[in-house]
Every structure is written in C-alpha cells, then in structure tokens.
C-alpha cells in the first residue's frame, strides 16, 4: 500500500515536497516513480528512482524536481521547486521490482494521488 501526500495550493515559483509512504520496506529492493495526471491529459512519469538510488527525470521537470527516498522509513519523496502552472495535476506514486515496469506505468492499481495546483 502506497499514500501519498503533501500537495496543495502554490504560487508559481514556489516549491512543495511530495510523500510516498509504503506500508512496508520495499524502496530497498524496488524501483519507484512519481506520475502525474493533469486534466484532460494522460498520466505521465516525472521521475523514477532505482532501489540503487540512480534517477531520472522528465525532460519537462528537469532541474526543478528532485526524487529522493529514506529506505528506513519507507518513504520516496519528490521535491518540486520553480513550480509553474502547467505542472498542475494531481501526482502519484508507484512501484516495481523493475525499472522498465516504472517507465512504462502499467500498473493494475493506483493510489488516490495528492493535489498539486499551482497558481496566483
């Protein structure tokens, strides 16, 4: 079980910093990714972090958003800074044992996802 948290209303030029928690440790042995759906539009990664802690991002939300985790309390975090408008959209996490099931997001299930709006 994922949950995510700590969206909310921002400005732009703001920053926020997104919570995955798992209900159990498996950020040691997975991969994870941060998604995003805004509306109207399909979800999309923004970014993925290997159980080994390499990382990667979407070209639209490079050097602004950094993915993190804390192994030992089983939870991903996505730092999101200079935030603009269009990065808008409720966000989710994920995860795999698998890097490659992480990139291509065709996961069964999803959590509720956190609200991120970003506006003045």
């Known amino acids: 079980l994922l949950v995510e948290s700590g969206g909310g209303l921002v400005q732009p030029g703001g920053s926020l910093r997104l919570s995955c928690a798992a209900s159990?440790?498996?950020?040691?042995?997975?991969?994870m990714g941060w998604y995003r759906q805004a509306p109207g539009k399909q979800r999309e990664l923004v970014a993925a972090i290997t159980s080994g802690g390499s990382t990667n991002y979407a070209d639209s939300v490079k050097g602004r958003f950094f993915i993190s985790k804390n192994n030992a309390q089983n939870t991903v975090y996505l730092q999101m800074n200079s935030l603009k408008p269009e990065d808008t959209a409720v966000y989710y996490c994920?995860?795999?044992?698998?890097?490659?099931?992480?990139?291509?997001?065709?996961?069964?299930?999803w959590g509720q996802g956190t609200q991120v709006t970003v506006s003045s």
């Open positions: 159990g440790s498996i950020f040691s042995i997975n991969a």
């Open positions: 994920n995860t795999d044992y698998e890097i490659e099931a992480i990139v291509a997001g065709e996961f069964g299930s």
